[in-house]
Structure formats: structure tokens, C-alpha cells
């Protein structure tokens, strides 16, 4: 028989705050935390904006000298595992660490590093590239320095499946709980790649909103003006635990996690495929893994990109499991506050579909003024809501086709 899995710890670092409270907070107001880049020449540029990371401080978590040995990815993975580790009253000892796992991936890794050892080579020869190149720059260090940092020996891997990253991670740890072969994962997604090649890689495929005089208004999902994308940075992180261990040590338990469902669109190694097929797949198995029927959920955290194609293949893909009843539940994004985080975006928007159902409150989608007759949900337009959410649905799908799919419930003993 299954363990059943739940949530006792959280950590976030995001453009609108670097814990979890205050990232919530300016989540359920309705802040944007998209802003003209100034990190690095951006004129050439034919998007000049992102959402940056701009309070993080490293130092709280480990030594700063050490930190100097690793991407910002890892750190911001770092930042938040340390916040959920605390968060859980969790403490890792000689008896329970191979029983305790991490499984935190990234969409791209440590770019940043790459890039600048790249150029250091081209300019100044390989005796000047760092001999912390490759342990900075591959995309499973966060998991392995996480580990590294806690002690913790048990389950410890990277899934890699770009935007689905994240929710891929929760997912799969869960699974590794539910069928015993950890007590506890520290699971999520960490990302860091507003650099130069990305922006301009992202921007020549035309994915990026060139909404750039008013960055707060640029993303805007499901609505009629949305014109892409807007990329950010960040982590999320979650402590996924067994129900026996958790309530064994008296931990708080945020939400119980039910259902997970993935999938694969086999069709573009961008475009979704037509009509949502493979979004539709991902909800369709979460909703059975979880034993329910679609009209048990009273929320989607929506993928909710920005781009065309996304937002209205989302919505075609919710209405064709949902039926009538996709017309009864809140959908909203939160990447029109946050922007888009790539891999990281799964964890930090798992985050926020816990705080709903803790709350009673579903954020808003901002910067939603005209609506598209393809899009014709209720997106929980521009300002906050409150609602009693049992089950909700947190959705997120990747380039390469890949979709994953996770469902959060309202703790209950019983």
C-alpha cells in the first residue's frame, strides 16, 4: 500500500521576495517583479527585461567564500532548501540521512559560469579558466551541493526536462516517499540564466515579450495583447515527507501532495502539440494518480506562459478533461508577477498552490485588460481572491514537449 506523502517545509527566492512570506505577499497584492535588466548591456537586445533576483544574500545560508565556487543557481537552491529545511524543524543526523534525499533540477544550469570561463579562454587562454568550471556549471551541483551542505544520503538526482522541470522533481520525489524508499526528499527547481546568449537565444526564437517601456505590464497570460514570454530567475524548494515520519516528529504539515501525472507531446521541440494533447495527458494521469474525478479540483496554478500558443492550448487542454466543469474552477498565473523561471518554475509555483489552500486565497493573474475569445476561463483576473480550495492542480510544460502535473490537498488527519 501507497505511504501517504505530504508538505512540511517551503523555501522561495524570486524577483518579488527572497523567502516565502514575502514573495506571498507580493504575490497575493499583485506585484510585479519585472524590471529593465541592468545586469548587463541589454541596447542590441530586442528584449531588454526580465525578473531579476535582486535581495538575495548568500551569506545567510553558508560561507561566503565557499559561495564564490558556485553558479548563482546553486545558491539560490541553497537559499531555499536552507529556508524549508528550517521550516520543517527538520535536522539530519547519522540515523536518518540515507533516508532523507534531495532532488532539485534546473532547466539549463550553471550558464552564467560557462559563458564567462568561455570568454576567459578565447581572451586570456585555458591557464586562466577556473579549475571550479565544470563542478559550477553542470546542472545536477545544485542537488549535489545541497546534499553536500545538510548531510543528507539518501535518493539524490536532477531530472532535467527545461520548464517542467520543477513540478518533474516534486513529482518524482514524491513518488520516491510514497513507495517507501526515502522519508523525506528536499525536492524543486533552481534557475539562473538571464544572461546574454539566452536572452538573445530566446528573443530570436521570438518567445519573449518586447513589451520593454513597461516592464511591470509585459506579462500578461490568457490575455489578448500577451506577446511572450517574460524570463526570470529563481528557486523553490519543498520539503515532500511521509505522513508517518512527519506526524513521528510533531512537524507542521503544510499540504498533503496526491496526485502526479507527466507526459510527452512527441510533435515540436517548441510548439505544444495541437489542441493541448500532451498538457491534457499530464492533468489526465495526475487526476487518476490522485483517485479523483476532474471535478474534485477547485484550482489551477496555470503554466500560463504569455506566449500564444501556450495559454491557448493550456486552456483547450483544461476544457477538454474538465468539461463544463473547467468553467467552475479558478486558473491563474503566476508568472505575469514573477515571470517565467524555466526550470525553477514548478517548485516556486508549487509554493504558491500550498499558501492557496492554506490561505483560501488564489493570486491573481495581473495585467489582464482584454480578453482573448480563445482563452475564456476564469483567470482570476488583476486582483486576489479569496476561495476555499480542497484540491488544486499546479501545471507545468517544457520545450522538447515534456508536461508534468501535480495535485496539492488541504491537510486532513483524518
Not at 510548439?271 to 492533468?283: R, S
Request: proline share 4%; hydrophobic share 40%.
Amino acid at each position: 500500500m501507497n505511504r501517504r506523502v505530504v508538505i512540511t517545509g517551503m523555501g522561495a527566492v524570486t524577483p518579488i521576495g527572497c523567502d516565502v512570506e514575502s514573495f506571498w505577499n507580493n504575490l497575493k497584492a499583485g506585484k510585479s517583479g519585472i524590471s529593465r535588466i541592468d545586469t548587463f548591456d541589454v541596447s542590441e537586445y530586442t528584449t531588454r527585461i526580465a525578473g531579476i533576483v535582486r535581495d538575495f544574500d548568500i551569506a545567510q545560508y553558508m560561507d561566503e567564500k565557499e559561495s564564490r565556487r558556485l553558479d548563482p543557481f546553486a545558491k539560490f537552491a541553497i537559499g531555499a532548501s536552507m529556508q524549508a529545511m528550517q521550516d520543517a524543524g527538520l535536522e539530519i543526523t547519522e540515523e536518518n540521512a540515507t533516508r532523507i534525499g534531495v532532488y532539485i533540477g534546473s532547466g539549463i544550469g550553471g550558464i552564467s559560469t560557462l559563458l564567462g570561463n568561455y570568454r576567459i579562454l578565447m581572451e586570456r587562454g585555458p591557464r586562466r579558466v577556473s579549475p571550479f568550471v565544470v563542478p559550477m556549471m553542470i546542472a545536477n551541483i545544485a542537488s549535489g551541493q545541497v546534499s553536500i551542505m545538510l548531510g543528507a544520503k539518501g535518493p539524490n538526482s536532477s531530472p532535467i526536462s527545461a520548464c517542467a522541470t520543477g513540478t518533474n522533481a516534486i513529482g518524482d520525489a514524491f513518488k520516491i516517499v510514497q513507495r517507501g524508499d526515502a522519508d523525506v526528499m528536499i525536492a524543486g527547481g533552481a534557475e539562473s540564466a538571464i544572461v546574454d546568449l539566452s536572452l538573445a537565444g530566446f528573443g530570436k526564437m521570438k518567445a519573449l515579450s518586447t513589451r520593454n517601456d513597461e516592464p511591470e505590464l509585459a506579462s500578461r497570460p490568457f490575455e489578448a495583447n500577451r506577446d511572450g514570454f517574460v524570463m526570470s530567475e529563481g528557486s523553490g524548494i519543498l520539503i515532500v515527507e511521509s505522513l508517518d515520519h512527519a506526524l513521528a516528529r510533531n512537524a507542521r504539515i503544510h499540504a498533503e501532495i496526491v496526485g502526479y501525472g507527466m507526459s510527452g507531446d512527441a510533435y515540436h521541440i517548441t510548439a505544444p502539440a495541437p489542441e493541448g494533447a500532451g498538457a491534457k495527458e499530464a492533468m489526465r494521469r495526475a487526476v487518476a494518480d490522485a483517485g479523483l474525478e476532474p471535478e474534485s479540483i477547485d484550482y489551477i496554478n496555470a503554466h500560463g506562459t504569455s506566449t500564444e500558443y501556450n495559454d491557448k492550448f493550456e486552456t483547450i487542454a483544461i476544457k477538454s478533461l474538465f468539461g463544463d466543469h473547467a468553467y467552475k474552477l479558478a486558473v491563474s498565473s503566476n508568472k505575469s508577477m514573477i515571470g517565467h523561471m524555466l526550470g525553477a518554475a514548478g517548485g516556486v509555483e508549487a509554493v504558491a498552490t500550498i499558501r492557496s489552500i492554506q490561505d483560501g486565497i488564489l493570486p491573481p493573474t495581473i495585467n489582464y485588460e482584454v480578453a482573448d475569445p480563445e482563452c475564456d476561463l476564469d483567470y482570476v483576473p488583476n486582483n486576489a481572491r479569496e476561495a476555499q480550495v480542497q484540491y488544486a492542480m499546479s501545471n507545468s510544460l517544457g520545450f522538447g514537449g515534456h508536461n508534468a502535473s501535480i495535485i496539492l490537498k488541504r491537510y486532513d488527519a483524518s
